[in-house]
């Protein structure tokens, strides 16, 4: 098993920044992909960016450019750092993590990030 813990999202202003953090904890070893998700009132929930293999690096194109994710190993913690945000940023986030071998992925509880105009 392993647990997500999200923080970090947030009120800002257009063209501001915020970095969300997932704390994993449980079988890290187990997994084989980390991500965060989004999902905005009325959308689907929609990948945002994800990290494969530790070394793997894929962004949607909407936030290419402005978001960055990363893991740090001795905090056992992804972040996505958030620059230059817009309103269609605001949305709840999830941190997602896939199994190497199959089954259901683990989801975080969700951060609410809010940019106004």
């Known amino acids: 098993q392993v647990q997500l813990v999200e923080s970090g999202g947030g009120l800002v202003e257009a063209g501001g920044s915020l970095r969300l953090s997932c704390v994993a904890s449980?079988?890290?070893?187990?997994?084989?992909?980390m991500g965060w998700y989004r999902q905005a009132p009325g959308n689907e929930r929609e990948l945002v960016a994800q990290?494969?293999?530790?070394?793997?690096?894929k962004y949607i194109d909407f936030v290419e450019g402005r978001f960055t994710v990363s893991w740090d190993n001795d905090r056992n913690t992804m972040y996505l750092q958030m620059n230059s945000l817009k309103p269609e940023d605001t949305a709840v986030y999830y941190c997602?993590?896939?199994?190497?071998?199959?089954?259901?992925?683990?989801w975080g509880q969700g951060t609410q990030v809010t940019v106004s105009s």
């Open positions: 997602n993590a896939e199994r190497r071998h199959g089954g259901p992925p683990y």
């Open positions: 449980g079988d890290i070893g187990s997994l084989n992909a």
């Open positions: 990290i494969i293999g530790r070394s793997s690096y």
